[in-house]
């Protein structure tokens, strides 16, 4: 964790870290929450479009993130309450769905479903990075994301 003067500082230097990709972001998605209805749904939806931005090497990704420990640097765009009665998110409701997705499956109840596999489940990362930004508009809303390997031992 990187702090300094007690602050806190999602864009300060990597340092052991090396990003599998660069930053994905999404926009015009409402980012979702562990308590969201029709989870499993937007998860699938949610998959699609991280998968359509990382695109042809997306293998190739899954192979460098197989079994190493991870860094996630995550910043949810999100609206705080609206006309439909949306209430503020919790962040860490926030991630778990997120985790869920990257994940090799997304467990939904019983059912299993195929994730974007870049790690075998949550317990691969290591070092959490996020925040959340207020937004007005539906299409400012959505997520940042970029996944790093840790190149030493923790």
Same mark, same amino acid.
């Given at each position: 964790?990187?702090?300094?003067? !007690? ?9 052991? $870290? ?5 930053? @994905? %972001? ?21 998959? *699609?479009? @991280?998968?359509?931005?990382? !695109? ?5 990704? %899954? ?5 190493? $420990?991870? +860094?996630?640097?995550?910043?949810? /765009? ?6 439909? !009665?949306?209430?503020?998110?919790? +962040?860490?409701?926030? +991630? ?6 990257? =994940? ?8 299993? $479903?195929?994730?974007?596999? +870049?790690?075998?489940?949550?317990? %691969?990362? /290591?070092? @959490? ?6 937004? *007005? ?6 997520? *940042?994301? %970029?996944? =790093? ?6």
């Amino acid at each position: 964790m990187n702090c300094s003067n !007690g602050e806190f500082d999602l864009n300060s230097k990597l340092e052991n $870290h090396e990003p599998v990709f660069r930053e @994905i %972001q999404l926009r015009g998605f409402t980012p979702l929450t562990s308590s969201s209805n029709k989870t499993i749904k937007r998860k699938e939806n949610l998959k *699609d479009l @991280i998968e359509k931005k990382i !695109g042809k090497d997306l293998k190739k990704i %899954q192979k460098r993130c197989l079994k190493r $420990h991870l +860094l996630a640097k995550v910043v949810f /765009y999100v609206i705080e309450s609206d006309e439909k !009665g949306r209430s503020k998110p919790d +962040l860490d409701n926030l +991630l778990k769905p997120l985790f869920d997705v990257l =994940s090799v499956n997304m467990v939904n109840g019983q059912e299993s $479903h195929a994730g974007v596999g +870049l790690m075998e489940n949550d317990s %691969q990362i /290591y070092e @959490i990075r996020c925040k959340k930004i207020p937004v *007005d508009t539906e299409s400012e809303e959505g997520i *940042d994301l %970029q996944i =790093s390997i840790f190149t030493k031992t923790i």
